[in-house]
C-alpha cells in the first residue's frame, strides 16, 4: 500500500485518508503533550508555518507508548496543543506506532525508513518522518533532533532535491551472494567446532585477562557462530543488519587471536610466532567480508551520500 492511501483519523474523529495530501511534503510527527520533548510543539509549529506556503505540513499523530506521556483525551490534547505550544497544523487521534496493534501509517514508515542499525521500533515521542509529494520517505530523524535543524532538508525536498530512502537493502552482486552463503556455512561449521570436536583449541584463544570462565566463553561464541550464520543463510531481507552485527563479532573477538600471538600458544596448527602473526591479518579480511557480502557497507556509503544530498 502506498502512503498516500492509508486510512487515519482526525483529532475530530473523521475518519480520512494521506491522499489529501497528495503532492505535498509533510512532516509525521509522534507526539506527546506530557513528554520532556513536548516543547518541540513549538520548533514544529515554525516549521509549518514557515513552509506551508510552499506545500509543507506537519502532521501530528499522538501516542501513549512511551512512559504514558500522552494520557488525554483528543479534547484535552487540542487544548494543550493550542494554549500553551499555540499549534495550528493538524492534529490525529491517538495511535500505537509500535507493537502489534501499530497503526498502518507507522508499519509503513518504519520499513520504509529504519532506524539505527536497520532497527525498525520507535524509539520515542517526536521521531520525525519526512515524506516528499509522492508518498516518498526521505528522512527519519531522532527524537532528540530539533526541528529548527530540519530546515535545510525540508527545502531541499519541496525543491525535489533530496532522494528518497527505499526499505529494500541495496542489490549485491552474485559474487556477493555467494560470499555471504560461504560465510553463514563457515560460521555453522565454527559454531559446531566450538562446541564438539575443536573446543580444546579454541580454549587456547581465550584471553586470560578475560574475567569469565573460558569454557562458558568458548561455548557462548559457539552458540553466537551457529545463530549468525543461520541468520546469513536465512534472513536476506535483513542481511544489512546481520552484515553488521556479523562484523561486530568478528571485531570483539579479535583480542582472542591477539593474545594467542603475544603468549605464543599452540593451536590449529599455528605453531610459530610468524603464522600466528600472519593470522592476525585474516580478522580484518573476515569484517571487511561480513560487510561486503551482505551490503552492509554499500548501504553505509549509501547513507552517507544521502546525508551529503540533503544539506545541499
Same mark, same amino acid.
Given at each position: 500500500?502506498?502512503?498516500?492511501?492509508?486510512?487515519?483519523?482526525?483529532?475530530?474523529?473523521?475518519?480520512?485518508?494521506?491522499?489529501?495530501?497528495?503532492?505535498?511534503?509533510?512532516?509525521?510527527?509522534?507526539?506527546?503533550?506530557?513528554?520532556?520533548?513536548?516543547?518541540?510543539?513549538?520548533?514544529?509549529?515554525?516549521?509549518?508555518?514557515?513552509?506551508?506556503?510552499?506545500?509543507?505540513?506537519?502532521?501530528?499523530?499522538?501516542?501513549?507508548?512511551?512512559?504514558?506521556?500522552?494520557?488525554?483525551?483528543?479534547?484535552? +490534547?487540542?487544548?494543550?496543543?493550542?494554549?500553551?505550544?499555540?499549534?495550528?497544523?493538524?492534529?490525529?487521534?491517538?495511535?500505537?506506532?509500535?507493537?502489534?496493534?501499530?497503526?498502518?501509517?507507522?508499519?509503513?514508515?518504519?520499513?520504509?525508513?529504519?532506524?539505527?542499525?536497520?532497527?525498525?521500533?520507535?524509539?520515542?515521542?517526536?521521531?520525525?518522518?519526512?515524506?516528499?509529494?509522492?508518498?516518498?520517505?526521505?528522512?527519519?530523524? /531522532?527524537?532528540?533532533?530539533?526541528?529548527?535543524?530540519?530546515?535545510?532538508?525540508?527545502?531541499?525536498?519541496?525543491?525535489?532535491?533530496?532522494?528518497?530512502?527505499?526499505?529494500?537493502?541495496?542489490?549485491?552482486?552474485?559474487?556477493?551472494?555467494?560470499?555471504?552463503?560461504?560465510?553463514?556455512?563457515?560460521?555453522?561449521?565454527?559454531?559446531?567446532?566450538?562446541?564438539?570436536?575443536?573446543?580444546?583449541?579454541?580454549? /587456547?584463544?581465550?584471553?586470560?585477562?578475560?574475567?569469565?570462565?573460558?569454557?562458558?566463553?568458548?561455548?557462548?561464541?559457539?552458540?553466537?557462530?551457529?545463530?549468525?550464520?543461520?541468520?546469513?543463510?536465512?534472513?536476506?531481507?535483513?542481511?544489512?543488519?546481520?552484515?553488521?552485527?556479523?562484523?561486530?563479532?568478528?571485531?570483539?573477538?579479535?583480542?582472542?587471536?591477539?593474545?594467542?600471538?603475544?603468549?605464543?600458544?599452540?593451536?590449529?596448527?599455528?605453531?610459530?610466532?610468524?603464522?600466528?602473526? +600472519?593470522?592476525?591479518?585474516?580478522?580484518?579480511?573476515?569484517?571487511?567480508?561480513?560487510?561486503?557480502?551482505?551490503?552492509?557497507?554499500?548501504?553505509?556509503? /549509501?547513507?552517507?551520500?544521502? /546525508?551529503?544530498?540533503?544539506?545541499?
Amino acid at each position: 500500500m502506498k502512503l498516500h492511501q492509508i486510512e487515519v483519523t482526525t483529532i475530530a474523529g473523521v475518519k480520512t485518508s494521506l491522499s489529501a495530501y497528495e503532492g505535498k511534503t509533510i512532516l509525521i510527527v509522534n507526539t506527546a503533550t506530557g513528554c520532556g520533548l513536548a516543547p518541540q510543539f513549538e520548533g514544529l509549529e515554525a516549521l509549518h508555518r514557515r513552509f506551508k506556503d510552499r506545500g509543507f505540513e506537519v502532521l501530528g499523530f499522538p501516542c501513549n507508548q512511551f512512559g504514558g506521556q500522552e494520557p488525554l483525551s483528543a479534547e484535552g +490534547i487540542q487544548e494543550t496543543c493550542r494554549l500553551k505550544y499555540d499549534v495550528t497544523f493538524p492534529l490525529f487521534a491517538k495511535l500505537d506506532v509500535n507493537g502489534p496493534a501499530a497503526h498502518p501509517l507507522y508499519q509503513h514508515l518504519k520499513s520504509t525508513a529504519p532506524g539505527l542499525a536497520g532497527t525498525e521500533a520507535i524509539k520515542w515521542n517526536f521521531t520525525k518522518f519526512l515524506v516528499n509529494g509522492r508518498g516518498e520517505v526521505v528522512a527519519r530523524f /531522532a527524537p532528540t533532533e530539533k526541528p529548527e535543524a530540519l530546515a535545510e532538508t525540508i527545502e531541499a525536498t519541496i525543491d525535489g532535491k533530496a532522494t528518497a530512502l527505499t526499505s529494500s537493502p541495496p542489490p549485491v552482486g552474485i559474487a556477493a551472494t555467494l560470499a555471504r552463503v560461504v560465510l553463514g556455512l563457515a560460521l555453522l561449521f565454527a559454531g559446531t567446532a566450538h562446541l564438539s570436536f575443536q573446543r580444546s583449541e579454541f580454549l /587456547a584463544q581465550v584471553p586470560r585477562w578475560l574475567p569469565l570462565d573460558a569454557d562458558f566463553v568458548v561455548l557462548a561464541s559457539g552458540v553466537v557462530e551457529l545463530a549468525l550464520g543461520a541468520a546469513l543463510l536465512v534472513l536476506a531481507r535483513q542481511r544489512v543488519l546481520v552484515g553488521l552485527v556479523v562484523a561486530a563479532f568478528f571485531v570483539l573477538i579479535f583480542p582472542g587471536n591477539v593474545s594467542q600471538y603475544m603468549n605464543g600458544i599452540d593451536a590449529f596448527g599455528l605453531d610459530s610466532d610468524r603464522a600466528r602473526f +600472519i593470522r592476525l591479518f585474516f580478522q580484518p579480511l573476515l569484517v571487511a567480508w561480513a560487510l561486503w557480502s551482505t551490503g552492509a557497507w554499500k548501504a553505509w556509503r /549509501a547513507r552517507r551520500i544521502h /546525508a551529503a544530498t540533503k544539506a545541499r
